[in-house]
Each structure stands twice: as C-alpha cells, then as structure tokens.
C-alpha cells in the first residue's frame, strides 16, 4: 500500500470501522471471531480477487496467462481508495467476501482482530508463497504473522528514501546530499537561508510514520520486545527533540496543505523523504528536471537508518471455497518472474530478494536506492492500537512545533494514552 496522505488516513477509518463491524458481527451471531482455517475445497475454478487503488486493468493483464494455463479464472475487482472503508466494513459484517484480497500492512492486525482471513498455516509445507525462502527481511510470512497463525504473505514492498535537488544543493554551495541527521539538518538550515518561502526539508503534518523512523534511527523503537506500545524512552525523546529541530530553526514550511510535489519541483522544499511514487510524479510533472535531482538512502541518526518498511500483502477470506485455487494464484504471484512483470506493469517494489535484483530493477538508479534502503526498513508495530497512538503522536508534534506545546507534559499524556489504548 503506498503510502500518501489521502490513503493513509482512510487506513485509520479502515481500522476504526472493521473493529465496529467485527463488534456488530459478534454481538449478532454469539461466536468469537478469531481467524480460522482455510477450508480445502477446489471451489468454481472462479476466483474472486480483491485489489486496492486502480490497479485492477494491470492485474488482468498480470494473470491473463496463468488464467489460460490453470483454467482458474480470477476476477479482479479494483476497490477505489474511496470506497475501501465501506466495502470492507460490509464484507467483513457479513462474512461475504472476495478469495482473495489485498491488505495493507497496517491493517493486517486489525484483519486479524475482526477474523477476516483464514489460517493457511496448515498449508506451508506445500506453497513456497507461504514460506520465508526468498522474502525480504522487513516482510516475511514469519514478520507479518507474529502471533503464530498465517494469514498474510508478502506481496508488494515499499520504503523511503531521502529525495534531493541536486542542483540546488550545489547552488547553496553543499556539494553532496546529507548522509547524518546532523547534515540534514545543517543543509536544511543552510537552504532556508535562500529568502522567502524557500525552505530546506519538508515535514508532512500528515505523516504518522516519520515520528517511529526518527526513534528507530536513535537506536529505539516504539514497543517493547512482547510487541506493547511503549513511547516514554529516552531514544524517542531524542527523535521528538530532532523533529522540532526543524522547526525551531525554521527550516520546513508550517503550512499545513503544503504540497510536496509542488514544493520540489518549485524548490521551496529541495529535500524530502518519500516513497517511490514520488519519483513518478516528479517525471510527470517536471520533465525538465531531469538529472537536477536524486535519492539517497535515509541520513543515519545516532544508529543507523532505519527506515520504514511499508507496502501490502495478499490474504485468503476466511469463508473462501476457493482455497486451493487461491493457494496456486499466490505461489504464482510470488515467483521472481510475476513480481518483475509487476513492477514493470505499476510500479510497485517486489518482496521477492531475487526480483529485486533483476536488471529490469538494478538499471534504474532510483531503484537501487530504493533496494538498498530496503536492507535497513521495518514494519510499523502490529498492534491493532497502533493507528490511535500513532495518531495521538503525531497531533503533539503538531502542537509542539505549532503551538509551542510542552514537550515533556505532552508526550507524557500521549504515553498514558496509549497505555490505554492496549487494555
């Protein structure tokens, strides 16, 4: 799942609406709903296939051949990102769902919570899409399924990097892109000394993953080892000072509808972190750029340079009669070669080790960052009250840096929350 303003936020009315519905679902039929077993039947040869944006026409064109061999039919059906919260919500309260469907890596716990999705666990043995094997380290079938059952496996990767203007930079007289925290926020101090409405690094008020990046990269995280969300560390008081560092200096714009396309192609913010779609965009709009910018992968903090680990994953409902069938169509998904064809048909990053090292991938020196970063990135906590705290750190932030809130009283009523949150 990529992951831009609009998208990310509907994840979190996602969330908040399968846990509504898995409590209607509950309360009207008396059972627990916990993920169950995938049934054994071959089913109609039809699968019903769910996938997320408008990757749908890309998707038939995916599988058209593996349709043709199998004679197992798939029919995709493209969920705007408009709709996501009503059709699963739906589908979810009334057990009706697709064989098939895409999940978000940060919905996966909350799939799990309203039992959605079957346990393919018993299925390992047989289904190299269900085995560790050649997965990236951020996203394996054992990472996104901690609690012991299966009911999700890689699809699509996605990370960030550090986006730059190359020709802007040497233009303030910096001569390569920053590689620490400290040159970061040097560089971007240096940028904003350009004059009015120029700025030298972009914060998105909207985005709930920075916060947890700034404390992994302190040498933190954001929970502790049993996967509790824990906040009042000193690595995340670090990643908090650093945050509004930016703003104290006033290096990043306060605007909150700023626009980070615009903003780099303008060059008011010649440096930013964002995902690979970024990328797309600035092609589109900005042709004449070309060879004025690059990425890198993410400054180093006082440990390293985690970065996140984002993307989706592909799971089978819970009621399919599909499940066999389901089973061959993510094997077929998971092999090198449909990963490749994948990228190059939207887009989107392999989970696969091996496709990530194809030349159709390599030759792109975008990419290679993209790849490299993908060595050091997780995954947001699995926790079902991650999407709440998350959103609680992150409107603090804002009232730090905007309001001048008190960084110590606040970040103490936002770990006492989440404390809460988890009862």
Known sequence: MRIRTASRRRTAAVATALVAALALTACGSGKSKT??????????????????????????TLTADWSKQTGIKVDVQAIPWSDIHTKLTTAVASGN?????????SLVPTFNQAGALADLSSYVAAHPALQDGD???????????????????????????LFYRSD?????????????????HDDAVTLAKRGSGKYGYYIPQWDL????EFAWQAGGDVTDAD????????????????????????AVPTAADFDQVTGFVNGAAPMLISGPYLAKSIET???????????????????????????????????????????????????????????????????????????????????????????????????????????????????????????????????????????
């Open 285 to 423: 709009q900005a042709p004449d750029l070309k060879g004025k910018w690059g990425t890198v992968p993410l400054p180093a903090g006082p440990a390293n340079g985690t970065s996140l680990f984002a993307g989706s994953g592909l799971g089978i409902w819970k009621n399919s009669k599909n499940t066999e069938s389901a089973l061959k169509l993510l094997d077929f998904l998971a092999t090198p070669a449909t990963q490749v064809k994948w990228f190059q048909l939207d887009g989107d990053l392999p989970s696969v080790k091996t496709a990530l090292n194809d030349p159709a991938l390599t030759s792109d020196p975008n990419v290679a960052v993209y790849v490299k970063q993908l060595d050091d990135a997780k995954l947001l906590p699995l926790n079902p009250a991650w999407d709440q705290v998350s959103q609680d750190l992150l409107d603090g932030l804002n009232k730090m840096a905007l309001q001048g809130a008190d960084v110590t009283s606040t970040l103490a009523k936002i770990n006492e929350a989440a404390q809460g949150h988890q009862k």
């Open 227 to 250: 996967g509790k969300i824990k906040l009042d560390t000193p690595q995340l008081r670090t990643a908090v000072d650093y945050y509004l560092s930016f703003y104290k200096d006033k």
């Open 209 to 212: 993953a920075l916060p947890a």
């Open 35 to 60: 993920s169950g077993a995938a049934g054994s039947g071959s089913g109609s040869g039809v699968l019903k296939m769910w996938v997320m944006g408008d990757a749908g026409n890309a998707f038939k």
């Open 97 to 105: 769902g697709p064989d098939v469907v895409q999940v978000g890596y």
């Open 168 to 184: 802007l930079l040497t233009a303030a007289g910096i001569s390569k892109p920053p590689a620490t925290w400290a040159e970061l």
């Open 135 to 161: 997965y990236v380290a951020g996203a394996s079938p054992k990472t996104l399924n901690p609690d012991g059952k299966l009911t999700t496996v890689p699809w699509i990767s996605d990370t960030r990097v």
